[in-house]
């Protein structure tokens, strides 16, 4: 049977409130076996450390603050955090962390002085990292420069950019491209960035639900469920199967996220 994983989902959040346990139900229904949680900050933790103890072997914890929720009191929420990560072993990555400058770029240090410290994290624990990054990319391809003999592994998610963009990223040789609804958007480039810059072999899906929602269900909230319709498109691309989609993607997600065979 083809099995999926879906890389990045935050089926912990309100939308998600009415009927998370059937979210999760439709998901399997759908071949996507494994769900990956990233945090959002402290708060998030309990909720999503929930659904892993309701849905054992489905569910798994990432921990991190996302860049949009560095806020005044970051350094307490990172303490917070790194004091969560150093007593549990049931995290599989650091994450959603990174830099965003989209919708305000005035905490652009304290962005990335909380990115480097969960970079740290990653570091010393040996955990891949799950990046997010918007109009921020010089930024980023900076910072991972700097890092670059860490041996760091990880995920950029949601990419959307350019051929050399993905070349520049893909230079970083443990990093996958998360690739999600986005790509079956009728003016996305990013199909032609793949075809001419990613090999099959460096990609991993995921929803980002409950936002992105890809075609034929975009304009709905998303879901891990609709991950075969992202597979359906990358098969066109890459001029296979979907089951070599299925496969190949979910070797790659397994190979960044060892621990999920471990759990």
Known sequence: MTEYIDTHTHLFVQEFDDDRDAAVERAIEAGVRRLCLPS???SSIEPIMAMCDRHPGV?????????????DDYRLQLRQMHSLLKESNRFIAIGEVGLDFYWDDTRKEQQIEAFETQIQWAASTGLPLVIHSRSSFESLR??????RGEQLTGIFHCFSGTP??????LGFPGFMLGIGGT?????SLLPQTLAEAVPLDRIVLETDSPYLAPVPKRGRRNESAYIPHIAAHLATIYNCSVEHIAHTTTANALKIFPKIKQL
């Open 183 to 187: 790509l079956t958007y009728k003016k």
């Open 40 to 42: 959002i900050d402290a």
């Open 59 to 71: 569910c798994y914890p990432m921990i991190g603050l996302h860049p949009t929720d560095v806020a």
């Open 142 to 147: 900076d910072i991972m420069e700097k890092h």
């Open 164 to 169: 050399d963009e993905a070349r520049t990223l």
